[in-house]
């Protein structure tokens, strides 16, 4: 398996604009996490899906925030408007329900200036 | 609500000698798991090493071992042998057993090794 699979790697995005980021997650789990990495509030989980429906999405900063999962093999994290506080790491990972512990991707650099 | 502490922001060892990283945690929950997350500068998350509460006996996986506190809710990772390649920021993180699967992370410990 290639593993979860994040796009783009990095990501450099002028004040105001729309960023997508999007995430496939390992065949087979059925649980998907997007999590915001910062210096000042380290990991957090901003959203979680379970077989595709969102679970919690109380860790969603503001409306400006929104996810999706159209299929049990794709997520979308989308920002509208951009804001430069949103410049962070933006992981995604997905895990198994019979198998605790997550599979991280390799993450997005966002940049927002 | 859970949280999970670590207290050492940093810490360095020497290459081939032991170093053990702590973590404390905080739930009311009986049953959990507990997990050693790796993040080198390629910032990749990488599971290190699993506990689960319920099993007594201390997780290994080749050079990192754990020493699993239930009482005292610690969960101290020890890496044996430390390697160049060892250097990262190393996470801790709780996830209750039920349906809901979030992990909750601590701070983070960076460690450096020294040739």
């Known amino acids: 398996d290639a593993g979860v699979i994040q796009s783009p790697r990095h990501e450099v995005t002028e004040m105001g604009q729309e960023v997508t980021l999007r995430c496939k997650p390992i065949s087979g789990h059925n649980s998907l996490f997007w999590y915001r990495q910062t210096m000042m509030r380290g990991l957090e989980l901003l959203i979680y899906?379970?077989?595709?429906?969102?679970?919690?999405d109380s860790g969603m900063p503001e409306d400006r925030f929104s996810a999706k999962m159209p299929n049990a093999s794709f997520s979308t994290l989308k920002i509208q408007p951009s804001e430069p506080r949103d410049s962070a790491v933006y992981f995604c990972?997905?895990?198994?329900?019979?198998?605790?512990?997550?599979?991280f991707g390799s993450g997005t650099r966002l940049t927002v200036v | 609500a859970q949280t999970v502490t670590q207290s050492q922001p940093e810490m360095s060892v020497q290459e081939a000698e032991t170093v053990t990283l702590s973590c404390t945690y905080d739930t009311s929950e009986s049953d959990y798991y507990l997990f050693w997350y790796k993040q080198p500068p390629s910032r990749q998350m990488i599971l290190v090493i699993r506990q689960e509460a319920y099993k007594q006996q201390n997780a290994t996986e080749n050079r990192f071992s754990v020493n699993f506190q239930k009482a005292a809710k610690s969960f101290s990772l020890k890496i044996s042998d430390s390697q160049l390649g060892d250097a990262a920021m190393y996470f801790c993180a709780y996830n209750p057993s039920n349906s809901a699967r979030q992990l909750t992370f601590g701070s983070g410990t960076q460690l450096t090794v020294l040739p």
């Open positions: 899906f379970n077989n595709n429906v969102p679970i919690d």
């Open positions: 990972a997905s895990s198994l329900d019979s198998l605790p512990g997550y599979t």
